[in-house]
């Protein structure tokens, strides 16, 4: 398969959700699918993985994301990574470059507010995840990093998409 992950990556700084994400692409290299990383920095973690056998294979396209990625790539899946931001043009750019590669979406989730705010003393507002949702609605599937995670993302996106496939996806972060 042809797999694009989509989603911004701070210029000098770890990520969680993006180390996350490229620890997806190498799982996805690994298992022999053609993997693109569309970004707008090179991940300052992405030497970490120098001795993975398929690191190599996994393209990086950088992009500022602001203006549309122009490419005749056709793509089965793009996963988006998305990141709580007011703006939502990423979102729609990722969503425009899915629709011309005819790429199923897909919505690769860390959190949504109902779990956050359930748990945490300091609450987020709900409407930063909009962009979130506005990904969702035109997925297929929701990836969420935890089975916890999974649960909650089921009853926040119930709403937007009833079509939604959901899946916790468990990364192996200490080997191979």
Do not use: C
Not at 7 to 21: E, F, H, K, L
Not at 121 to 150: M, R
């Amino acid at each position: 398969m042809k797999i694009g992950i989509w989603g911004v990556v701070p210029s000098n700084a770890y990520s969680g959700g993006r180390y996350s994400a490229w620890i997806l692409a190498e799982a996805f290299a690994a298992s022999g699918h053609d993997v693109t990383f569309f970004t707008n920095n090179q991940p300052v973690f992405m030497d970490d993985f120098l001795s993975y056998e398929n690191h190599s294979k996994i393209k990086l396209v950088m992009n500022t994301f602001k203006e549309p990625l122009i490419s005749e790539e056709v793509l089965d899946i793009l996963i988006v990574v998305p990141t709580l931001v007011r703006s939502h043009h990423i979102f729609y750019q990722a969503l425009d470059y899915a629709k011309r590669s005819l790429a199923k979406v897909v919505l690769y989730n860390f959190e949504t507010p109902n779990w956050y705010n359930e748990l945490s003393s300091v609450k987020k507002d709900p409407s930063l995840w909009d962009g979130w949702k506005l990904v969702a609605k035109y997925s297929s599937a929701v990836l969420s990093i935890s089975k916890e995670g999974n649960k909650y993302a089921q009853k926040f996106y119930e709403s937007v998409n009833p079509n939604l496939l959901y899946a916790p996806i468990h990364l192996a972060i200490n080997q191979k």
